[in-house]
T-cell receptor, first 114, second 115 residues
Framework: AQSVAQPEDQVNVAEGNPLTVKCTYS??????LFWYVQYPNRGLQFLLK??????LVKGSYGFEAEFNKSQTSFHLKKPSALVSDSALYFC????????????FGSGTQLTVLP | GAGVSQSPSNKVTEKGKDVELRCDPI?????LYWYRQSLGQGLEFLIY????????KSGLPSDRFSAERTGGSVSTLTIQRTQQEDSAVYLC?????????????FGEGSWLTVV
């Protein structure tokens, strides 16, 4: 069975500084990896995904994530944080095959301080 | 529609009553999912529909929960004899098909409060 770990429940960063939200995974075979963001009282919005190819994936709102197979990580990054980036971020993984097996991490609350 | 549509957006119900939550997936998406997000918790898979195949009900927490999908499109999640622990956000999602590389798109959720 696959699993996702988001080791930090809370990440605080000053506006304008780079941000990183960490994610590690465990899955059999090559993983499909996703990041979603949830703003207060809203549903989940898709940010980006890694399926194959370039390890650096670029997504919405200036976010990017780097797939590192040896470290089984898929950290979310942004060069310069905005206050409006403050939200709950979820990492998710599925093995090749059925999307039914998509497993989410517990989420990381990102707060960008003005 | 442009996105996954859920209704009602908010529902307050008395303990013991039945509730129905509706989901209208993105047009053309054959896979539909229901998740539950309790306060301060992650996402809990409930049920999955793929085309005309039998649904995967393995995540339903009790027999008070059921879901159907009519005509391969709209889905209804029904909770019978609601309990306070059923209070949560119920998120519906859809994807083009069941293949795991396809992005799953979520609706805004139905916020259920059982009093």
């Amino acid at each position: 069975a696959q699993s996702v770990a988001q080791p930090e429940d809370q990440v605080n960063v000053a506006e304008g500084n780079p941000l990183t939200v960490k994610c590690t995974y465990s899955v059999s075979g090559n993983p499909y990896l996703f990041w979603y963001v949830q703003y207060p009282n809203r549903g989940l919005q898709f940010l980006l995904k890694y399926i194959t190819g370039d390890n650096l994936v670029k997504g919405s709102y200036g976010f990017e994530a780097e797939f590192n197979k040896s470290q089984t990580s898929f950290h979310l990054k942004k060069p310069s944080a905005l206050v409006s980036d403050s939200a709950l971020y979820f990492c998710a993984v599925s093995p090749p095959g059925s999307a039914r097996q998509l497993t989410f991490g517990s989420g990381t609350q990102l707060t960008v301080l003005p | 529609g442009a996105g996954v549509s859920q209704s009602p957006s908010n529902k307050v119900t008395e303990k013991g009553k039945d509730v129905e939550l509706r989901c209208d997936p993105i047009s053309g998406h054959t896979a539909l999912y229901w998740y539950r997000q309790s306060l301060g918790q992650g996402l809990e898979f409930l049920i999955y529909f793929q085309g005309n195949s039998a649904p995967d009900k393995s995540g339903l927490p009790s027999d008070r929960f059921s879901a159907e999908r009519t005509g391969g499109s709209v889905s209804t999640l029904t909770i019978q004899r609601t309990q306070q622990e059923d209070s949560a956000v119920y998120l519906c999602a859809s994807s083009l098909d069941f293949l795991s590389g396809n992005t799953i798109y979520f609706g805004e959720g139905s916020w259920l409060t059982v009093v």
